[in-house]
C-alpha cells in the first residue's frame, strides 16, 4: 500500500489545496470488512512492538475533574500513515447536553508533504477497532475450550464485541451479558440475540458473570472508585480477563494475583501510571500484545492461568485503518472535498 496510498489520494486531491472531510456516517458507510480489521489490528500492535511506529504517550490536559481531552500523534512508515487523534471525554455530557460522553476526530496527513489530507470521524473507528483488538486478545490469551464469553457494558463500544466474536473464540457455547443497565441488557439482546449461533443470557448479578465466563471483557466508564465492584473471590482461575476501561472495575488484588499481564503499549502503560489512572498498585506488565503476534512473548502456556490484558488504546490502531477509509471513500466519492 506504500506508494498506491499516496498515489491514490493524488488522483483525487489537489493535496495543499483541498481536504476530504467524512462524517460519522460516511465512515459507517465505508465499513472495513472485519477480517481486514482484524488482519490491520495484528499488524498494528505487531508493528508497534517491534518498533516500526511512532507513537509519544497520550498527552491529556483537564478542564475538571469529570473531563479530559487526549491528543495522540502517530506514524505508521510501512502504511504511509501519519495524522493525529483528538478525543474528548466528559462525564457529564449525557446529563447536561444529551450528548455521549466520548468525541474522537481524526486529522490525517499526506506521508510525503505533510499537508493534512483528510478529517474524519473517530468514533466509529474506535468503537469497531477496540473489541476487534479485544478478539486478537481472546485469540491469543484464551485457553482453547473456552466456551463462554461474558461482556460487561453494554453502550456502542460494548455491545461491537458481539459482531466479532468468532475471531477470538471459536469454540463460544454461550453470551453472557452485565450491565447497570437493565434496558441497556435487554436492549443487547434484542439487537444481537438473533445475530449469534448461541444463545445470550442476561446474568443474574455481576458476581454471576465474572464466576460464569471463561473469557470476560469490560467497556464500562473509567472510574478511579477505591471501591472497585468486582471482587477478586469472585475471578476463577484460568480466566481471561480483557479490559477496554484500564480494569477500574477490578480489584487491584486480581490485577496482581494475574500469572500473565499483557498490555498493547508499555510506554504509555507507564504514563497512565504516573498520570493516576490506576486506582491502588498494579504491577509492570510482562510483555505486549505485538510481542506475542511476533513471536518475541510466550502467551497462555497453561489452562490453570489467570491472564489479564489491559488494552488502553492506541492511536496507531486507528491510523492503521485510516489509509484503507480514505481510498475507499476517494474511490466511491464518500464525503467531502473541501478547499483549505
Same mark, same amino acid.
Given at each position: 500500500m506504500n506508494e498506491r496510498f499516496s498515489d491514490k489520494i493524488r488522483k483525487h486531491l489537489n493535496i495543499g489545496k483541498e481536504i476530504l472531510y467524512l462524517s460519522r456516517e460516511d465512515v459507517k458507510k465505508l465499513s472495513i470488512p472485519q477480517e481486514v480489521l482484524k488482519d490491520q489490528m495484528e499488524k498494528a500492535l505487531m508493528m508497534y512492538s517491534l518498533g516500526e511506529t511512532q507513537m509519544p504517550a497520550k498527552s491529556h490536559v483537564f478542564p475538571?475533574?469529570?473531563?479530559?481531552? %487526549?491528543?495522540?500523534?502517530?506514524? @505508521?512508515?510501512?502504511?504511509?500513515?501519519?495524522? $493525529?487523534?483528538?478525543?474528548?471525554?466528559?462525564?457529564?455530557?449525557?446529563?447536561?447536553?444529551?450528548l455521549p460522553s466520548l468525541s474522537a476526530m481524526l486529522m490525517v496527513s499526506d506521508y510525503a508533504t505533510g499537508w493534512p489530507v483528510a478529517v474524519m470521524d473517530g468514533v466509529h473507528i474506535m468503537e469497531t477497532r477496540t473489541p476487534m483488538i479485544a478478539m486478537v486478545s481472546?485469540? #491469543? #490469551?484464551?485457553?482453547?475450550?473456552?466456551? $463462554?464469553?461474558?461482556?460487561?457494558?453494554?453502550?456502542?463500544?460494548?455491545?461491537? *464485541?458481539?459482531? =466479532?466474536?468468532?475471531?477470538?473464540?471459536?469454540?463460544?457455547?454461550?453470551?453472557?451479558?452485565?450491565?447497570?443497565? +437493565?434496558?441497556?441488557?435487554?436492549?443487547?439482546? +434484542?439487537?444481537?440475540?438473533?445475530? !449469534?449461533?448461541?444463545?445470550?443470557?442476561?446474568?443474574?448479578? !455481576? &458476581?454471576? %458473570? =465474572?464466576?460464569?465466563?471463561?473469557? !470476560?471483557?469490560?467497556? /464500562?466508564?473509567?472510574? /478511579?472508585d477505591p471501591h472497585p465492584t468486582i471482587k477478586d473471590e469472585w475471578v476463577p482461575e484460568g480466566q481471561t480477563i480483557i479490559v477496554t476501561d484500564l480494569h477500574s472495575q477490578f480489584h487491584p488484588d486480581t490485577i496482581n494475583r494475574a500469572d500473565l499481564y499483557v498490555v498493547d503499549s508499555m510506554?504509555?502503560?507507564? *504514563?497512565? $501510571?504516573?498520570?493516576?489512572?490506576?486506582?491502588? &498498585? @498494579?504491577?509492570?506488565?510482562?510483555? &505486549? !500484545?505485538? *510481542? %506475542?503476534?511476533?513471536?518475541?512473548? &510466550?502467551?497462555?502456556t497453561s489452562d490453570k492461568q489467570l491472564i489479564v490484558a489491559n488494552p488502553s488504546g492506541m492511536a496507531v490502531d486507528d491510523f492503521a485503518v485510516t489509509p484503507l477509509v480514505i481510498e475507499m471513500a476517494l474511490e466511491k466519492g464518500v464525503g467531502k472535498i473541501l478547499p483549505l
Open positions: 475538571d475533574s469529570q473531563s479530559v481531552y %487526549i491528543g495522540m500523534p502517530a506514524l @505508521i512508515p510501512g502504511m504511509e500513515s501519519a495524522g $493525529v487523534k483528538w478525543v474528548g471525554a466528559y462525564n457529564h455530557n449525557m446529563r447536561d447536553y444529551g481472546a485469540m #491469543l #490469551l484464551g485457553r482453547k475450550n473456552s466456551e $463462554v464469553f461474558g461482556m460487561i457494558g453494554l453502550g456502542r463500544e460494548g455491545c461491537n *464485541h458481539f459482531d =466479532v466474536i468468532e475471531f477470538g473464540i471459536p469454540n463460544l457455547k454461550k453470551v453472557l451479558v452485565w450491565d447497570v443497565s +437493565e434496558a441497556a441488557m435487554d436492549r443487547a439482546i +434484542e439487537l444481537y440475540s438473533s445475530k !449469534l449461533s448461541v444463545p445470550m443470557e442476561k446474568a443474574a448479578s !455481576l &458476581e454471576e %458473570i =465474572v464466576r460464569n465466563s471463561d473469557i !470476560l471483557a469490560s467497556a /464500562t466508564f473509567f472510574s /478511579t510506554e504509555q502503560q507507564k *504514563h497512565l $501510571v504516573e498520570a493516576g489512572y490506576f486506582y491502588g &498498585e @498494579i504491577p509492570v506488565p510482562n510483555c &505486549e !500484545l505485538g *510481542h %506475542i503476534i511476533a513471536g518475541r512473548h &510466550e502467551g497462555r
